[in-house]
Structure formats: structure tokens, C-alpha cells
């Protein structure tokens, strides 16, 4: 059973910074795709950013040029840095394994089936 376990949330001002982990465990780690995601209060789990194992990322337009997705293999950990935070990024965040090994650093929830517990971030203006 894969187990994720995001770390590295907290409050922040805005125009902050943040770095997010996920360490995975329980299960393969190897040439599957990961995403972060996040969820508002009343509001639906968006997509942020994703990347394959090869490296190939994707984001979405409201983080591109602000978070930067990364992974290391070798410690089964994906990584968020945040910068220039605002507070409309204020979410739980929540990282993601891919159903199947792919290249494609999908966007939508139904191509992820491993799911962590999720991690606060809040940003004050």
C-alpha cells in the first residue's frame, strides 16, 4: 500500500515562501508521474503541478513562474517550492501518485489514485 506523507506547511506572509515535501512509501515510487494538488475551504481540489519521472513538468497558469515542482528518486520525494505567495494561494496541499507509469505529468484528480493527508498552507496579506 503506497503511503504519501506531505510536510512543510505553515502561515506565511504574503510574498513568502514555502517548500512543501512528500515522501513516499509502501509501494513503487519508480517511473510514475506525481502531482501536487490543492483545495480551498468550500472550493474544489484543483490542480497545481506535476511532474513525470523523467522530469517533464507541468503547472498551472496561476503558480507558473512562482512554484517550481520537483522530485528526487532515490529518496522517493517530490518537493514544492512556493515563492511569492498570495494569499489566494492560502489552501490544504495535497501531493499525488499517478494510477499507472506514464511520461505525462497529468493535470486532472481521476489520473491520481494514491492520495496523501494533505498540509496547511495559509498566506496573510
Known amino acids: 500500500q503506497v503511503q504519501l506523507v506531505e510536510s512543510g506547511g505553515g502561515l506565511v506572509q504574503a510574498g513568502g515562501s514555502l517548500r512543501l515535501s512528500c515522501a513516499a512509501s509502501g509501494g513503487t515510487f519508480s517511473g510514475y508521474a506525481m502531482g501536487w494538488f490543492r483545495q480551498a475551504p468550500e472550493k474544489e481540489r484543483q490542480f497545481v503541478t506535476a511532474?513525470?519521472?523523467?522530469?517533464?513538468?507541468r503547472y498551472a497558469d496561476s503558480v507558473k513562474g512562482r512554484f517550481t515542482i520537483s522530485r528526487d528518486n532515490a529518496k522517493n520525494t517530490v518537493y514544492l517550492e512556493m515563492n511569492s505567495l498570495k494569499p489566494e494561494d492560502t489552501a490544504v496541499y495535497f501531493c499525488?501518485?499517478?494510477?499507472?507509469?506514464?511520461?505525462?505529468?497529468?493535470?486532472?484528480?481521476?489520473?491520481?489514485?494514491?492520495w496523501g493527508q494533505g498540509t496547511q498552507v495559509t498566506v496573510s496579506s
Open positions: 511532474i513525470s519521472w523523467s522530469g517533464v513538468t
Open positions: 499525488a501518485r499517478h494510477t499507472r507509469r506514464t511520461a505525462i505529468p497529468a493535470s486532472a484528480i481521476y489520473d491520481y489514485d494514491y
